[in-house]
């Protein structure tokens, strides 16, 4: 688990024009929660803090130095919650909350899938359908990711998220039932040719060339139908021949 430092200034004036006012500034605005203390509206460099999300991660342990009328206090600090804009990806806001080093907690663990399954060999696609799980740990010994290896799979084969080694005093959270990554056949992508019934004709194809020297043959003449016999009138036998 990494750990990173980052300063912060608490922040008096609040509302939209406000916060326009600190983003020009180049500065993110944010806000502390904790058990034991009032939300806390602070303001980061947003240089600063894309650099320790950058050395961190999402999971980092923040050692937030926070500066309030003249002096600095410590508190250690994960990350919450972070708003990015839809088209640019800025970040706009985050949320961070205090924690306490000496109690569990849960954090969402990124999942690695490692190898290339016997299935995709074959000719099967590998479907990933967790990008992580949540575990319960305390925050040191929270991982950066959990490495899953898929080599073993075939088509047809499913890996579940019990099938996920942890370290020792992790709790897995997500229901062990449910599935990280598969390996299914492809789909057909064109159907199989109609058959030709026994005996029937083919159809032939128009305009088909000719051999060379060959003369195209008329079509045998069908042969006549025979008329049919006569009806048998009602009250005699019909007169066999």
């Known amino acids: 688990m990494e750990r990173v430092s980052l300063a912060a200034a608490t922040r008096a004036l609040i509302g939209k024009n406000a916060i326009k006012r600190i983003r020009r500034d180049g500065l993110v605005p944010a806000i502390l929660y904790g058990q034991a203390r009032e939300p806390l509206p602070l303001a980061i460099d947003r240089k600063t803090l894309l650099g320790a999300l950058t050395a961190g991660g999402r999971n980092a342990l923040i050692d937030l ?20 804009d839809p088209i640019r990806r800025e970040i706009l806001h985050v949320d961070l909350h205090e924690i306490s080093l000496t109690e569990t ?19 099967g696609i590998l479907e990933q359908h967790l990008r992580e799980i949540t575990v319960r740990c305390l925050p040191t ?69 000719l051999p060379a020297g060959a003369e195209a043959q008329p079509a045998p003449p069908r042969p006549e139908p025979k008329a049919a016999k006569p009806e048998a009138k009602p009250g005699r036998p019909e007169r066999k021949e």
């Open 65 to 84: 130095r926070i500066s309030r009328d003249g002096n600095e206090e410590t508190s250690t600090v994960m990350l919450a919650e972070i708003q990015r």
């Open 105 to 123: 907690l849960e954090a969402r663990v990124p999942l690695a899938l490692v190898g290339t399954p016997e299935g995709v060999t074959a000719g």
């Open 141 to 209: 010994q929270i991982p950066d990711h959990l490495t899953v290896r898929v080599e073993g799979l075939r088509i047809g084969d499913s890996l579940h998220v019990r099938d996920v080694s942890v370290g020792e005093g992790i709790e897995v959270v997500t229901p062990p039932g449910e599935v990280i990554a598969a390996v299914v056949a492809p789909e057909e992508e064109e159907a199989a040719a109609p058959e030709v019934a026994e005996g029937a004709a083919a159809p032939e194809a128009a305009g088909r060339a």
